[in-house]
């Protein structure tokens, strides 16, 4: 069998087994920085595998690599270990086990088809032309999260990555599919957090309080004037504020509202100069309304960079192992993942594994997210394709 039937044929055999542990780490869901159980059942498969690796990274995360028996550089691969806040509402038989937390963003499916693709380059390892690095990240969810703190803990120190790849379900995709997207993909995101500070009172004595609501309302006009009307040259910007807090009534006006919201955007040097502006104005509305305004920007995720080089690669590859049809370009997408983090320090390829059920619609974080566990095999298939051929193609 030459390399394609060989990862297929593994892919089969152990098709069931990864589909009963992406089930068991569904049952058993950990929030960000909390996942104590979900490390513990990774460093047990990791063991049963006989697989070397390191733990104990920003808590949870894990480190694994497999040497392969022919010299050459080093691929990373990563998958995270936390659930979300939610509370599950699929009625299957291996549902959220823990009220109020739910793998609604498909980090089950991610470990489980690590693990598989851990399988698969294992049994290629006589052949295996370099190292592949597994990186079992916790905390992809909260800022700042575990791809920046796994970098800073040194755990890519020891066994330096040329490159590393990700995946990620998508439910918008059919089974069988993957999607891919050269250079800018995701965008960056900040959390803002906005206070208006004045003096409170009585609606109908307004000589004595500060109008703190409609202080809040002026500001969140200008603010989204400024960064949120297209102009020739700018980069694609969101500024959204999702949440305005002011513990009024009626006929109260409360002393203090708080808004929280995002920006997000594609460039970096903007998103600098916008954080600058974001303040310039703050400042200056403070002066001329004379009522206490306190800005914080909280600095997220990067904007995630796809190398060109390398996704082209992978297209080119995955093309080869799916065929053509079952590759598709994506278009960039507003939202924002900590991935983004490593494309900042390394050549990175983060794509998208097509997961929608037939039939039926779901959207990652809610409550009935699920996937068409078929996809499993496509994405432990493509990964092992993708980690063994782009490894045979930079020693050359």
């Known amino acids: 069998m030459d390399l394609k039937e060989k990862i297929i044929h593994l892919t089969n055999r152990y098709f069931d087994e990864i589909v009963q542990i992406r089930r068991s780490i569904h049952k058993n869901p950990e929030l960000s920085y909390y996942e104590n159980e979900t490390s513990a059942f990774i460093e047990k498969m ?44 699929n009625n299957v038989s291996y549902k959220s086990k823990r009220d109020g937390i739910m793998h609604a963003c498909g980090h089950d499916a991610h470990l489980a088809m690590l693990l598989g693709t851990i399988k698969i380059l294992k049994e290629l390892k006589k052949d295996l032309p370099g190292t592949v690095l597994f990186i079992f990240q916790p905390a992809e969810e909260l800022v700042p999260g575990g791809a920046k703190l796994m970098i800073k803990d040194g755990a890519l120190d020891e066994i330096k990555p040329d490159l590393i790849l ?34 409170g009172g009585h609606a109908a004595i307004p000589e004595k309080r500060d109008d703190t609501i409609l202080a809040a309302a002026r500001l969140l006009i200008l603010l989204h004037e400024k960064f949120n009307t297209p102009l020739p040259g700018k ?15 009626t006929n109260i006006i409360p002393s203090e509202v708080k808004i929280i919201g995002t920006f997000r955007t594609f460039d970096e040097n903007w998103r600098k100069v916008a954080h600058r502006e974001m303040k310039k104005i703050v400042a200056e509305f403070k002066r001329n309304e004379n009522i206490g305004v306190k800005l914080n920007i909280k600095k997220g995720y990067p904007v995630l960079r796809n190398d060109l080089k390398i996704t082209k690669s992978a297209i080119r590859l995955s093309r080869v192992f799916l065929g053509k049809k079952n590759v598709v370009g994506l278009e960039q997408r507003m939202t924002s993942e900590d991935f983004a983090n490593y494309s900042h320090s390394y050549p990175v390829c983060f794509f998208r594994l097509g997961t929608g059920i037939e039939g039926q619609e779901s959207a990652l ?23 063994y051929s782009l490894l045979e193609e930079m020693r050359k």
């Open 46 to 89: 990791l063991r049963e595998y006989g697989i070397n690796y390191k733990k104990g990274f920003v808590n949870t995360g894990i480190i694994a690599w497999l040497h392969g028996e022919k010299p050459g550089p080093v691929i990373g691969l990563r998958a995270e270990l936390d659930a979300l806040p939610i509370t599950e509402n």
């Open 166 to 199: 990700a995946q990620h379900v998508y439910p918008e995709l059919e089974t069988g599919k993957v999607g891919y997207k050269a250079g800018e993909y995701m965008a960056s995101s900040d959390e803002i957090y906005v206070t208006i500070q004045g003096k």
């Open 235 to 249: 980069p694609p910007t969101i500024l959204a504020f999702g949440k305005i807090d002011g513990a009024g009534a």
């Open 365 to 387: 974080h809610t409550s009935d997210f699920n996937i068409d566990e078929n996809a499993l095999a496509t994405g432990m298939g493509n990964l092992s394709w993708l980690a």
